[in-house]
Nanobody, 124 residues
Framework: VQLVESGGGRAQAGDSLRLSCAAS????????MAWFRQAPGKDREFVGLINTSDDYTYYIDSVKGRFTISRDNAKNTTYLQMNSLKHEDTAVYYCTADSEIRIVRGKPTLPHYWGQGTQVTVSS
């Protein structure tokens, strides 16, 4: 199984970036694709997810209305469109996959498969 992120880089506050996650070898049962991020010196943070079987999406409040997760099943690729970027969005972004991701006491269960991460740096 491989999850390969791309599209990270540097941006100015207010700019947009689109991250891509190309999946290969992923079992069909791994229908939930999620994005996490980790900023320097901070804990890993769940950003949002998409259930590829019904396109259900869920986002944390801090990115709701700015970030959009979508999926191209034909290309086995998941996207994270990030608009109106803020300095606090600076982090390494990870693509993940699992059969389900549950929110338990406000925290997500950790997915089984992870990509290597891609750096997003937003200048204020």
């Amino acid at each position: 199984v491989q999850l390969v992120e791309s599209g990270g880089g540097r941006a100015q506050a207010g700019d947009s970036l689109r991250l891509s996650c190309a999946a290969s070898g992923l079992p069909d049962s791994m229908s939930v694709m999620a994005w996490f991020r980790q900023a320097p010196g901070k804990d890993r943070e769940f950003v949002g997810l998409i259930n590829t079987s019904d396109d259900y999406t869920y986002y944390i409040d801090s990115v709701k209305g700015r970030f959009t997760i979508s999926r191209d099943n034909a290309k086995n690729t998941t996207y994270l469109q990030m608009n109106s970027l803020k300095h606090e969005d600076t982090a390494v972004y990870y693509c993940t996959a699992d059969s389900e991701i549950r929110i338990v006491r406000g925290k997500p269960t950790l997915p089984h498969y992870w990509g290597q991460g891609t750096q997003v740096t937003v200048s204020s």
